[in-house]
């Protein structure tokens, strides 16, 4: 396992390596050949630039990107919790009918649909707003469908008990039914955070002030006009990089089990 492993570990550590590396290293040691593998001399001056230039307010975007993917997540599980427990415990006309639907609406390009949405969102006065980015993707298909599958599985014994002691439909689904999928929120919370998080052609699109951009619109200003600086972009890219290397390091083994968990669902 390791001779097969141990290629793919050195193909993804190096790149990641070589970004932190040349994020300490000064713009005239950028292009040197052969690489310089330690930045000789290192230095921080790349990082003081992007975060004291005030055109460049990284510090900012940072935050931004922060909010836009914590309520993003949350809205994404709030809104398919209740999506997937209608469509596994309640009965209404044409539930079959939406729910392939919406399975149908997956194998439909996001190209496709670019347009009408940024029209609606236009119609809607939602652009230049982290509205325009949260509730597009609040209509989560894969979360819909995954969660719909768990709360799918949990024994109807357990609500008509909790029905005959008097608890409503909206109470079942909140204290009984979604502490059992806790498993299933924490897999669609980490993909859905990551994605958010990552996300940069969407926001690109629908934002344009400079004070509510996010962190990977951010990294494409470093690297246009006069910002065109290997060790200003490498610096860029290491602080959108390291929340996400130091979230997987503590969440690693919750991210392999809401994999195999998302994987499972489908059975």
């Not at 050949?33 to 900012?60: C, E, M, S, V």
């Not at 939602?126 to 609040?138: E, F, G, R, T, V």
């Not at 690297?223 to 929340?243: D, E, K, W």
Request: charged content about 10%; aromatic content about 16%; overall charge positive.
């Amino acid at each position: 396992m390791w001779l097969i492993f141990l290629p793919l570990i050195v193909v993804i550590f190096v790149p990641i390596y070589y970004m932190i590396m040349m994020a300490f290293t000064t713009e005239a040691n950028q292009y040197l050949w052969p690489i310089r593998w330690i930045p000789q001399p290192g230095t921080l001056q790349n990082f003081r630039k992007i975060f004291a230039d005030p055109l460049l307010p990284l510090a900012r975007w940072f935050m931004n990107s922060l909010f836009v993917a914590s309520v993003g997540t949350l809205i994404i599980l709030f809104t398919s919790s209740l999506s997937g427990y209608a469509f596994a415990r309640l009965e209404f006309p044409g539930k079959r009918f939406l729910f392939s639907l919406l399975l149908f609406s997956l194998m439909i390009p996001v190209a496709i649909t670019l347009i009408p949405a940024f029209l609606l969102l236009r119609d809607l006065k939602l652009l230049d707003s982290y509205h325009a980015i949260w509730w597009p993707a609040a209509a989560s298909v894969t979360g819909i469908f995954l969660l719909r599958q768990h709360f799918y599985s949990i024994p109807t014994d357990l609500e008509d008990a909790a029905r005959v002691d008097g608890a409503g439909r909206f109470r079942i689904y909140w204290q009984i039914c979604l502490p059992l999928v806790r498993g299933s929120l924490f897999a669609l919370a980490i993909f859905s955070f990551l994605a958010l998080w990552n996300d940069l052609f969407w926001p690109l699109i629908v934002l344009s002030k400079q004070t509510i951009l996010t962190l990977p619109i951010g990294l494409v200003v470093l690297q246009q006009g006069s910002y065109v600086q290997r060790g200003l972009a490498f610096a860029g890219a290491f602080v959108a990089t390291i929340p996400i290397l130091i979230f997987y390091a503590f969440f690693q083994r919750r991210i392999i089990a809401g994999i195999t968990m998302a994987g499972m669902a489908g059975q």
